[in-house]
């Protein structure tokens, strides 16, 4: 049985989502396959080779089997898995894994877990895995689409060409986010700064909407100096964002935690903005938002 499920990127909100402030996220097509079969023993075979699931290369594929069993008694089996989506770079490429290994799992053993539960129990593996997660990355992997969250408000979806540029720098989510709250706790005037992402984020569902993807990319550019401003920016990913605009992106800004990482730009001409991301030392994924979640491949 061979199941994808797809990356994310936010259009809005990350960071302030943590202070419970709206976001907006958009499942892209740039997936994860993972494949599974019944074996003598469990084992996962990647481009790295293969290796034994209880090995400690694959936690999030070991966590999943794990959590299936707790619902249903399965044989050991044989993955194999594949990915398009970068790893740690905020694309949600954990998620993904995660909720492609489930689902394949489920569909391989006939055990019906629902779509909704599907998420709740990715989100479980993140968080045994990790300590933290955000429920956000398993939902968008598992539902597909584009979503305002936390309040799981399906949008319409951009109908635009998405690029994401990656500044192959990892930033470290944790300690971006213990860089956010110590200004939150310093500053006063941070509660209204955390509020504006929300503002944004609110204005930029109206655009969606309406299909304005120019204000809808000034909007990201707004957003990307609020970023900037709690500390999460990097001059790698200024680059990519700067050269982003100049190749006609109508928007471009940091994804995920930031810190390097992903940035996200929106255009109706990818290529140039492609190219120039390339130019200025990123690498470049043309994408779309996928309307599917995780699928039967
Ligand atoms: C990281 O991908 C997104 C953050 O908002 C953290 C989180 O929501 O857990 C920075």
Redesign the pocket.
């Known amino acids: 049985m061979r199941c994808s499920a797809p990356g994310k990127i936010?259009l809005f909100g990350?960071?302030a989502?943590?202070y419970g402030k709206k976001a907006i996220a958009c499942a892209i097509d740039i997936r994860t396959y993972v494949e599974v079969g019944i074996a003598e023993e469990s084992v996962v075979t990647s481009v790295f080779g293969t290796a034994p699931l209880e090995s400690p290369h694959y936690p999030y594929m070991r966590t999943a089997v794990n959590k299936i069993k707790e619902i249903e008694e399965i044989n050991d089996v044989q993955i194999h898995v594949d990915s398009q989506i970068p790893v740690g770079t905020?694309l949600g490429s954990s998620a993904a894994v995660t909720i492609a290994t489930l689902e394949a799992l489920n569909i391989e053993f006939e055990i019906g877990i629902p779509r909704e539960e599907l998420a709740r129990i990715g989100h479980s593996v993140e968080l045994e895995v990790q300590g933290s997660?955000?429920p956000?990355?398993t939902w968008m992997s598992t539902m597909g689409g584009t979503w305002q969250v936390p309040d799981r408000r399906k949008l319409e979806p951009p109908s635009c060409a998405i690029v994401v540029g990656d500044t192959c720098i990892a930033g470290n989510?944790g300690q971006?986010?213990g860089g956010v709250r110590r200004l939150y706790d310093k500053y006063s005037f941070m509660e209204q700064l955390i509020d504006t992402f929300d503002m944004v984020a609110t204005e930029g569902a109206r655009y969606l909407k309406s299909g304005d993807y120019q204000s809808l990319g000034e909007l990201m550019n707004i957003n990307q100096g609020l970023l900037d401003a709690v500390g999460v920016g990097h001059p790698s990913a200024t680059k990519l964002i700067y050269a982003a605009r100049e190749a006609g992106a109508w928007g471009a800004k940091i994804t995920?935690?930031g810190g390097g990482g992903c940035i996200v730009a929106i255009t109706d001409d990818p290529v140039p903005v492609v190219e120039a991301i390339k130019d200025a030392g990123g690498n470049a994924y043309v994408t779309e938002i996928s309307l599917e979640g995780v699928r039967r491949e």
């Open positions: 936010y990350e960071h989502v943590v905020g997660a955000s956000t990355d989510t971006l986010v995920g935690a």
